[in-house]
């Protein structure tokens, strides 16, 4: 009776290891310090490289055209080469793949609050957040930058390797036209599309 007790004791034991396990391995080691608040394009391709989900919002071909926001994971480039434009590996069964391919534009909004950087509400001016709106287009399979996608979002999540081929996915990327930041008091930063893209990352960040 007490081997039946230790062997139960040490099953449990064991699925709470694995368990606990399998949430580090999917777990994000932060390696870019957080920039200077004054650096807004620094600050902005921050939030982009240290996420690695988002809310893409596209218009809805099944709601007479009402914003549709959907939680997606992305990547914008390998580890410390990001350039941050968000790639995204999206399936055809999905309404958001469906709502681009009717119409291109869509938003994609991330917080700081996920990075465990920000401790208070994720509405609070200080907890930074993004919101990139443009054109969400698709990759022509097999191009160079589709590859290059792929690398970086397989990287960033190794899973998607193993998602269903029948599923039809495809990478997607956002290509920006507007930038709405916030990561300070005093209402949204002033920042361009071409200083924000020209922002070169100075240090590396290595994910789990």
């Known amino acids: 009776m007490e081997l039946q007790v230790r062997l139960r004791q040490l ?10 396990l399998e949430h580090a391995s999917c777990s994000r080691i932060l390696r870019i310090a957080k920039p200077d608040r004054h650096d807004i394009a620094a600050s902005a391709r921050w939030l982009v490289s240290q996420n ?3 809310v893409l919002s596209t218009l809805s071909i ?5 914003p549709f926001g959907n939680v997606v994971s992305y990547s ?7 350039k941050g434009v968000p790639y995204f590996y999206l399936t055809m069964l999905d309404p958001t793949t469906r709502n681009a391919l009717k119409d291109s534009r ?41 590859k ?16 269903p081929e029948g599923h039809e996915f495809s990478v997607f990327k956002l290509e920006i036209m507007n930038i709405f930041l916030i990561n300070w008091y005093g209402g949204a930063k002033s920042i361009t599309v071409d200083e924000y893209l020209r922002y070169k990352e100075t240090k590396v960040a290595s994910f789990l």
């Open 76 to 82: 914008d480039g390998l580890p410390g080469k990001g």
């Open 106 to 146: 869509a938003s994609f909004a991330i917080s700081e609050s996920p990075i465990g950087t920000c401790k208070r509400d994720p509405m609070d001016p200080t907890c930074s957040k993004l919101t990139l709106t443009g054109k969400l287009l698709q990759l022509d399979e097999g191009s160079e930058e589709d």
């Open 148 to 163: 290059e996608a792929k690398k970086a979002l397989f990287t960033k999540h190794p899973e998607m390797m193993d998602w």
């Open 62 to 66: 099944e709601h007479d055209g009402a």
């Open 11 to 20: 099953i449990i034991f064991f699925f709470l290891f694995l368990t606990v």
């Open 52 to 54: 690695i989900w988002g």
